[in-house]
């Protein structure tokens, strides 16, 4: 029977040379790319899925903590699973290690340097003056930060609790020190049972406070996230602005306030969406920051957000929008004649099939200003003007865009776990052996190679939020963070409890257990200050190769 391991170069029987040794590095840059994209790809299909209104609450809340944990669960399995996997566990260690402490130190900094803000004279951060960050404080370390909101301290104190995981396994670890491997492993194995259940339970519990949490107070950062993959899919021309706004229209909340006849403006919920996503589609093009749009402007905003309208029609949307005849558009007239440009259009989005592909039918603008006037039968046009589009910007219903976003979002879905589970166990073999010709330990290659693969669109991702520099987006940027550690202390050590105890293997990672729970409990109590200033954002940076240390001192001194 051929394994995935038979598909894959023998990295054993390399040359031990020069040679060798550039095979092995080029080897590890080709499986880390290979794994970066399918993390990649799976970040990207959970987000097409938060662009579905039905799926969004439960995705936002639970699929991606979840599939966000699959790199490095795949990398934790695949170090047990192979005829050496006592040794090559170190491989699953250092992997795990390596993403909880780089997301909970590296990215927190930068998150705070990207977010920061002017703080006032109490030491708060000030999001309301413009602009954000004052010149002369940019370059200081004391006085610019970031706000923690009472979701991230909350966040804190549940990544402490949950990291109380490791002591089921490393407590036994050290009791049962001074027999030999097998020994060990035999009398560890009930206490890996015992904490595999509780892994499953806390980690049950976890997903339960994040759906909790999205549909309480702390929903904001959530719908936050979701207008801005919104914002960017838009951008990139997956959706327009009609098919997201028509899907949410389908959605229970919505279908409680609004029927084919109530205006949208009499939808408080569904405004303030609306206002979210419009807003950086209006900033972009306000260029000289006066607050408001000419017709030139409003119609290349149209276009950036997929709505392709001729001439005339752009003269006639301008008009209805600018209520009070001043010749230019500001925010609110922009949100409420956006908002009046759906609700018109809600069954006037027609397509048909051309020469060239899809294009979109010239709107029926009579029925916008029927529906200025009140009167909600809009009429008929029969002079309709057809509008070709752009061949890579062609339109769909707002229906089959929804159709659209699924599949995309189950091809990148199951391409990208695939990918991961391939590439996961030659990916240990490579770090493992690695570690082998360096002399440096399979742990320590795995805790600083590893995460770059498996963890970089996590870096990336908080940053940017980060630059958005409000509150919310900091929150996001942080608790994703925190999410993600409380994932590897549930989900990743998880299936380190099923391998012991399944396959009889020893523990024996006193140091590296000891420099993870550390990281974790000080992050947990840094999070309880109000603000976190750049200052402390190289204290926490500073943990990452500090913990490393951690481990060679306690290691040296037979703490291992």
Known sequence: MIEISDLFIDVSSLPDNGYGAFQLFFLFSVYGYVLMMASDMISNGSEYLLLIPAYAGIVGSVVLPILGAVPDGMLVLFSGMGDNAQTQLSVGVGALAGSTIMLLTIPWCLSIVGGRVDLDNEGRPNYRKSPKLSPQNMTSLTKAGVVISPHVRTGGWIMIGTSITYLFLQGPGVFYSGESTHDIAVNESMWALIGMFL??????????YQIKSASDVDAGSQQDKRNRVIEEAIRRGDVTLQGVMQAEFKTTTMKRHLDENSPLVDNPELMTRLKAILKPFYAKY????????SMVELSAVFRDMGEYLDTENMTRIFNVFDRDHNGSVDFQEFVLGTAQFIKAHKKRYLTT?????????????RALLDSELGDNDGGDNDNEEEDDMPEDLQPLSPEKQQERLKLRALY???LGTLLVVVFSDPMVDVLEEIGRRTGM???????VLAPLASNASELVASYKYSLKKSSHSIAISLSTLQ????MNNTFGLGIFMVLIYTKTLAWEYLAETLSILFVQVVMGLMTMKPTHTVMDGLWILALYPLSLLMVIALEAVGWD
């Not at 892994?199 to 339960?208: G, I, K, M, R, T």
């Not at 306000?286 to 749009?293: F, P, W, Y």
């Not at 330990?441 to 805790?447: I, Y």
């Open 286 to 293: 306000d260029t000289n920051n006066d607050g408001s749009l």
């Open 199 to 208: 892994c499953f339970v806390l980690f049950v519990a976890y997903l339960w």
């Open 441 to 447: 330990g399979s742990f320590t290659v795995s805790f």
């Open 483 to 486: 999410g993600a550690a409380c």
């Open 412 to 414: 990148y879905l199951g």
């Open 353 to 365: 099939r051309s020469g060239r592909g899809m294009s979109v039918i010239g709107y029926d603008n």
